[in-house]
């Protein structure tokens, strides 16, 4: 069992689909043992209204000062960053640099869940059932990201299998195309547990993590992170049975102590 003392993947009730305090979320972290913490809720994008995927842009101030709050607040009990999991999109390059630039935030991941160079109000991949033109744009979109420079690591890059009942080549090339980029770039790739403990019993189609894209993952010499991807304090809990098998199965090299 491995054992998990950071989280960099942690959301907050502002995106409309996450609950509780943002203390209380530092606070469970605590709780289990966690040293480095990062709150990364979805991005909010400056002329884009998404409710209940991601907190409207006139929340983004509140959600620093708050966040920068805690940081103080528990320097000396645990090391708090403050990011936001976001899409790559051309048309957001210059607004993710001067978030970084500025220091308004220390770090992005990549998290993939729509297309904003497509539309203002994109669809959600897991949307495009059994569309292969979409998964390969999907991946597509993914690489520029990991290329990008802007990411400390791909979140969920699994994420594509919910599109699909079952496995196919399709999901194999995809896999293997961002495996290749994530070792060209030594970017580290996430085990996201966040899905594993609410839909496996309930979805006709694939959850991540999927053990298949991790197997092949496990060709390659990759990197990998473990996300809680929290979206209530209570999911602060230790249980991530499923990334430490996956681990120890494919024998993963698993990042134990990352810095961001």
Partial sequence: MIKLDYCY?????????AFG??????LNAIKIGIKRFGFSDHVMLPGITQPHSRGDFTLLNDYLLSTRKLQHKFKDIIDIKVGFEAEYADRFVNYYQ?????GKI???????????????????????????????????????????????????????????????????KVTRAICEEAVKLALPLEINIHASRFWNNNSDFMVYPEVKFWKIASQYPIKV???????????????IDVASEI??????????????
């Fill in 106 to 172: 220390d770090y992005l991941i990549l998290g993939q869940h729509f297309d904003f160079d497509k539309s203002d109000n994109p669809q959600y991949i897991k949307q495009y059932k059994n569309n292969i033109s979409e998964l390969y744009h999907y991946a597509d979109q993914l690489i520029k990201g990991m290329q990008s420079g802007l990411f400390k690591y791909v979140a969920h890059p699994d994420l594509f299998v919910t599109m699909f009942k079952t496995w196919n080549e399709h999901c194999e």
């Fill in 247 to 260: 681990i120890d199965k494919y024998k993963l090299t698993h990042i134990k102590d990352y810095k961001l």
């Fill in 225 to 239: 992170v473990v996300g809680y991807d929290a979206h209530h304090p209570l999911e602060f809990d230790n249980q």
């Fill in 9 to 17: 993947h942690t959301h907050t009730s502002r995106c409309g689909h």
């Fill in 98 to 102: 001067e978030l970084l630039a500025s």
């Fill in 21 to 26: 305090e943002d203390e209380d979320y530092v």
